[in-house]
């Protein structure tokens, strides 16, 4: 491990969190130089980044949810930034620290960035950057309008409680797919390219994704007769469960055009448009994680 120095870019709201005022103690006890700076409104996650980049921090640690960790991680790759990055989830959520195996224990977060950091990609869609996922369609709408008082008092099981409760809003979209070998049109229900596996508090959309092959995950589900059988299988969860509903595929890009226009979310950040074309920006970050996370395949 080089330097021992870091700079952790906190979400404003977590500033009394005594776990992480714990960890951070801890870690400078332990010969970290540890500095720590708020986040208060939209933009000073990338402030912030470059400010660090700027004084020479060779790691950056990003704590918050999965809104704050894509910002820092697309901040810090856009900057051509050449630090290493650390994840501390602090989500609600926190899907992409699930899947990849980071610890949600802010000490034991931490304590990666012991470990050497590993090239990992990034997802692109018309010039920003998602980390995680990119979700269309009903999923989407879910996330977009579970509350932060229901996601404070569920966790991650609001998500579900909101998509069974909206059920009677559903309808589908109708849109082309193509990406190499892969075309595909029709109406769909819900949309996941993932870098990562899974959105929207624990549905797994992706499951055999990778953060270090190149491609994007593709998961398409098909509009069906079976409304709330198909939306059931998607909410509840599970790799068998979404297979068995969905269109999939693994590419390294992929256009949508859907005639009437399509409301993205990259991990909690809202996208609209009616051409989108995605792509996988390869070993794009360096990123601290588990020796064994399930998201590393390549190595």
Known sequence: MGERKALLILHGKQAQNEEVRSAVRALRADGWELAVRLTWEGGDAARLVQEALAAGYPTLIAGGGDGTLREVAEALVLADGTASLAL???????????????????????????????????????????LNMATGGFGSKVTANTSEELKSLLGGAAYLLTGLSRFAEVHSSFGRFRGPDFTWEGEFLALGIGNGRQAGGGHVLCPHARIDDGLLDICIVPAS???????????????????????????????????EGLDINLDGEPLEGKRLRFAARAGALRLHLPRDSGLLGCR
């Open 88 to 130: 501390l989830p602090l989500g609600t959520a926190n899907d992409f620290a699930h899947a990849a195996d980071i610890p949600l224990i802010p000490a034991e977060a931490l304590s990666l960035l012991e470990f050497e950091p590993q090239p990992i990609d990034l997802g692109e869609v018309d010039g920003q950057l998602f």
């Open 225 to 259: 007769p079976d409304v709330v059988g198909t939306l059931g299988t998607l909410l509840s969860g599970g790799m068998l469960g979404v297979e068995s509903v969905s269109v999939s595929a693994r590419l390294p890009w992929l256009e949508v055009e859907t005639p």
